[in-house]
């Protein structure tokens, strides 16, 4: 693989267009000084900061595996900025937002992916699962996708619950080695007949170089709010979790491949 060097832009947001949906992030879509329009996550949310740290690693380790997801940018907001908006709730989180939070380039006339409507091939779909293991990301289900039609392709969106050893940081060890049980529930699951393969292919793109790249590049202002632990422990334990993870992916490989003998 060529040399990966990511690159993250930063923008100033300049307007608040409207709410998303009324999901506990209270995600927005909102206007930037480039002229796009982005997903904005909000660092004032429920989750806080480590929904977009998580945000943040599972798209560039999905961007780097070759998934379609949208550009991830920066976005800065000043403390003039929601001054004037009138839904007190919504002035609250822009308040609790100022600094940087997470954009997503929005993707306009996307429609939800519905496994219903639309097959996904065994390759891409035993990627994502595996994917999925990795981070530990719970939001891939039935009922929540978290993945788009664009163009008759597919997007994946929505990282933010994913990496959920964080709120209990101080067992990463632990946890790093832990299968992923609720793979049971992956939206994708029946269609991810190549897990070996996408295990072999997954780990060699995923190296350790790759790993610190992708951690190298949340915030330092993000990684606050733990009791004894630094920004530099907090990224080293990021990083050595998740290579701990590749390292060992035959638990989590296991684990979905059993879950896929007992569905079908
Ligand atoms: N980049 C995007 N382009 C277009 N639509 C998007 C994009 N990102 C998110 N959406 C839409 O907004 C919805 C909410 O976004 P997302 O899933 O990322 O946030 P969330 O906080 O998890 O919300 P929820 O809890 O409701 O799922 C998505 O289900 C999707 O319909
Ligand atoms: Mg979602």
Redesign the pocket.
Known sequence: MEQYSPQIRTVNVLRYVTP????????A?AEADDGFL??L?FRG?GQGVK?LIA?LIGGEIARVLGFKI?EIVFANMDEAFGRTEPDEEIQDLLKASVGLNLG?????G?I?FDPAVSSVDAALASRIVWMDCLLMNV?RTCR???M?M?FREL?L??H??ALYFHHSIQNWKEQAVKPFVRVKDHVLLPFAAELERADVTCRSILTPEVIRTIVSLVPEEWLTGEEGLSAADMRRIYEQFLITRINSSEIFLKEAQHARSVSI
Do not use: F, M, Q
């Open positions: 998303l949906r009324e999901g506990g992030s209270l995600p879509i982005y997903v996550k949310a929904a945000e949208p997503l380039h929005y993707l306009s996307s939800t939001d929540n996708t978290n788009l664009w997007w969106i929505d933010g619950a």
